[in-house]
């Protein structure tokens, strides 16, 4: 059974800085592409970040350039480094776990951490 669990979310002022954690368990970790999602309330679950298992990156344009996503499989463990937060940044984030197939196929997903900005 694959867990993702979500840490590091929280309260941060306009142009702070977080840093999100994903531990996964129960796969076989690196052979997977792994994902950021957020979701604003009303609003549409959002790609923010994907890794690939040989560690291409790409994101969405609203954060490009502000988040940075790594991966360290000895650890099981994906990151969002997440500077210069913006009051809409605010949104519950959600760690994803899939297949790199061109695009990105999620497959599992985490319980999601809260991120508030806040002035």
């Known amino acids: 059974q694959v867990q993702l669990v979500e840490s590091g979310g929280g309260l941060v002022q306009p142009g702070g800085s977080l840093r999100l954690s994903c531990r996964a368990s129960?796969?076989?970790?690196?052979?997977?592409?792994m994902a950021w999602y957020r979701q604003a309330p009303g609003q549409q679950r959002e790609l923010v970040a994907t890794i690939t298992p040989r560690k291409n990156t790409n994101y969405g344009d609203s954060v490009k350039g502000r988040f940075t996503i790594s991966r360290d499989n000895a650890e099981n463990t994906t990151y969002l480094q997440m500077n210069n937060l913006r009051p809409e940044d605010t949104a519950v984030y959600y760690c994803?776990?899939?297949?790199?197939?061109?695009?990105?196929?999620?497959?599992?997903w985490g319980q999601g951490t809260q991120v508030t900005g806040s002035s």
């Open positions: 994803s776990q899939g297949l790199w197939l061109g695009l990105y196929n999620p497959t599992y």
């Open positions: 129960g796969s076989t970790f690196s052979i997977y592409a």
